[in-house]
């Protein structure tokens, strides 16, 4: 009996931390590094590329080209 409640008391624990991680990577994201994604994201938005695509050869049916 007492080795099945501290097996649940462990998984609870590790639960409860894994959840405090989560929650402050979600944190850290949404909060702290909140302006070096909105920078990031502002460059990508008004950046343009340009390149030329290649061209595949043309199949019709009278002629190969």
Do not use: P, W
């Not at 099945?4 to 929650?23: Q, T």
């Not at 990031?40 to 343009?48: E, F, G, M, V």
């Amino acid at each position: 009996m007492e080795k099945s409640r501290a097996r649940i008391l462990a998984l609870l624990f590790l639960f409860i931390a894994g959840f405090v991680v989560v929650i402050y990577r979600l944190v850290f994201i949404q909060v702290i590094s909140a302006q070096s994604f909105k920078d990031l994201a502002q460059t990508q938005y008004l950046n343009s590329y340009s390149f030329l695509a290649e061209r595949g050869t043309s199949l019709t049916e009278m002629a190969i080209s």
